[in-house]
């Protein structure tokens, strides 16, 4: 009888064990949020506290810095073709789609954001420490 005793005692370890493993286990939607939280306040950062800090300019001044600049010709080429023919510089700002610059910098950014985001998510996950998390 007793190795019941023992059993018992170590279904229960186990069973606590569980528990807190599924307190560690990291959803999807908590992985996204701190994505978000980490380039949120990344990029709403104005001076850094420590040396290996990014600011808001500093993260988006590194995503652009890290494409050769052949990467820029699109933007390059479409604001040419947008000025060319334009008697003067007020006539060619009206026929610059800045929704289409918007885009093209999106694009050059975005994949070096996420890529930030993914790295840095850890540090903005719920704290095993901290309230419990909702499921």
Same mark, same amino acid.
Do not use: H
């Given at each position: 009888m007793s190795h019941a005793k023992n059993l018992d005692?170590?279904?229960a370890a186990l069973d606590a064990y569980q528990a807190q493993q599924d307190? !560690?286990?990291v959803t999807q939607r908590e992985?996204?949020?701190a994505q978000v939280r980490a380039l949120v306040e990344t990029l709403g950062r104005v001076k850094a506290t420590k040396p290996s800090e990014y600011t808001?300019?500093? !993260?988006?001044s590194e995503s652009l810095s890290e494409h050769?600049? %052949?990467?820029?010709r699109p933007l390059a080429?479409?604001?040419r073709n947008s000025i060319e023919g334009h008697g003067c510089l007020a006539d060619a700002v009206d026929s610059i789609?800045?929704?289409? %610059?918007?885009?093209?910098?999106?694009?050059? %950014?975005?994949?070096? !954001?996420?890529?930030y985001a993914e790295r840095?998510?850890?540090d903005y996950l719920p704290s095993v420490d901290g309230p419990e998390r909702e499921d």
């Open positions: 005692g170590n279904l307190k !560690l286990e992985l996204e949020a808001g300019i500093d !993260l988006v050769a600049l %052949i990467a820029f080429e479409y604001l789609n800045l929704a289409a %610059i918007g885009r093209m910098t999106f694009d050059l %950014i975005w994949p070096y !954001l996420t890529d840095n998510a850890e």
